[in-house]
């Protein structure tokens, strides 16, 4: 038993891991590449990830770009969105800067306790006649409260676009999440439930937005020898499309392992005085992104020591999201970091665990038996 237990001490376990497929299918997929030598600009393998991802994805339009961050962008510029937009400061750091890097100013409005997500409540007070968006996250893939915001939004006039890169594949009663808002963006960087290295997408509702989008991703080239727009260069690459492609084949099984991790952590974790956990809702299927874990003051240890302790022992969680971006010392004097009390709270409480599909039931409860050693 010792010597099970020192092995199992020794192993780093950091707080993901990227799902890569058998190497025989990646190389596979990547052969005709040497046949066509066509390694980019809409090729065979972008355009096939596209058809199956709107197929997974349940929605009309998918564009692919070669990363989240990106698709933002390259969707606040083909929009036209200027002025303010409304959003959240608990989330990644590429959601206010793609605003601020496109000229809008983001208004920080606070979130819901439970599901971290944009409170509807307070959008309306924060809405001035500069404001044009609602640019709302969907934080460890919890679905915002997607039909109060709409309805905010629609007796506005403004526009709604999810950062969806934490809620990959989750749906609300069979609807996909790209189907919310005008736009959805999503991340499919090596450390998202769904990877092509780097790379990202919009889902968008309005058809004609897409040829547009389109040539913003590619330096607003309009034709042959015409150059409409100030565009940039975003398009992803045959290769990353090739493991989208092999990453999708495994979706299924990759989302039930992690649902597995899931079930594990809430056995050991749930009731537990002081420690508050994200719960699957009903109508709700999700892909469990991330393990967010709340250490209340009731709990025996603060967040910092707890995520200390388990550095101490090799396994690396992680403070996410933390600090709010509207701390960020590139902010500071900048833009108004607004009334977020309970985001600030989130921040200060929250410690997002490993999670991936291949962690281990035995590393799962190594983390919870630390923690736990520190409840009350
Ligand atoms: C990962 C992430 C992004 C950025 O995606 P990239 O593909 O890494 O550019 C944006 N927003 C959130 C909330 C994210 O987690």
Redesign the pocket.
């Known amino acids: 038993m010792e010597t099970d237990n020192s092995k199992l001490e020794e192993q780093v376990i950091n707080v993901t891991r990227s799902s890569m497929p058998p190497l025989d299918e990646y190389i596979e997929e990547i052969k005709p590449l040497w046949e066509s030598h066509y390694l980019t600009n809409r090729g065979v393998k972008h355009r096939q990830l596209e058809q199956q991802l709107a197929e997974y994805l349940k929605v009309k339009n998918v564009m692919l770009y070669v990363?989240?961050?990106n698709a933002?962008e390259g969707t606040f510029e083909t929009m036209g969105l200027a002025g303010e937009a409304i959003t959240t400061p608990f989330?990644?750091a590429?959601?206010t800067h793609s605003l601020v890097r496109k000229g809008l100013t983001p208004v920080f409005v606070d979130v819901d306790p439970h599901t971290f997500t944009l409170d509807p409540a307070k959008i309306e007070a924060a809405i001035t006649p500069r404001t044009s968006a609602i640019v709302p996250?969907h934080v460890y893939g919890n679905l915002c409260d997607v039909d109060a915001i709409q309805e905010i939004a629609d007796k506005h006039g403004l526009k709604v676009v999810y950062?969806a890169?934490?809620a990959f594949g989750v749906e609300k009663d069979g609807v996909g999440v790209g189907n919310f808002g005008d736009a959805s963006i999503l991340?499919?960087?090596a450390t998202?439930v769904f990877n092509t290295i780097?790379g990202?997408a919009v889902c968008f509702k309005d058809d004609t937005l897409g040829a547009k989008l389109s040539q913003y991703r590619n330096f607003g080239i309009t034709g042959v020898d015409t150059v409409e727009y100030v565009g940039g260069n975003s398009k992803l690459n045959e290769f990353a499309a090739a493991m989208g492609i092999c990453n999708l084949r495994h979706i299924n099984d990759e989302v039930a392992k992690r649902r597995k991790v899931f079930e594990r952590y809430l056995e050991r974790l749930e009731g537990v005085s002081g420690i508050q956990l994200c719960h699957d809702r009903s109508g709700i299927k999700h892909t469990y992104a991330y393990m967010p874990v709340i250490f209340t003051d009731e709990f025996g240890a603060t967040r910092d020591e707890i995520f200390d302790l388990l550095g101490q022992h090799n396994i690396f969680s992680r403070k996410y999201f933390y600090p709010l971006t509207s701390e960020f010392a590139c902010y500071k004097g900048v833009l108004n970091p607004g009334d977020t009390p309970i985001a600030h709270w989130a921040a200060d409480h929250v410690l997002t665990l490993p999670m991936y599909a291949d962690l281990e039931p035995e590393h799962v409860d190594r983390i919870c038996d630390l923690i736990l050693g520190c409840a009350r």
Do not use: I, Q, R
């Open positions: 990363n989240g961050h933002l989330t990644f590429s959601t996250v950062d890169a934490h991340s499919f960087h998202k780097e990202g």
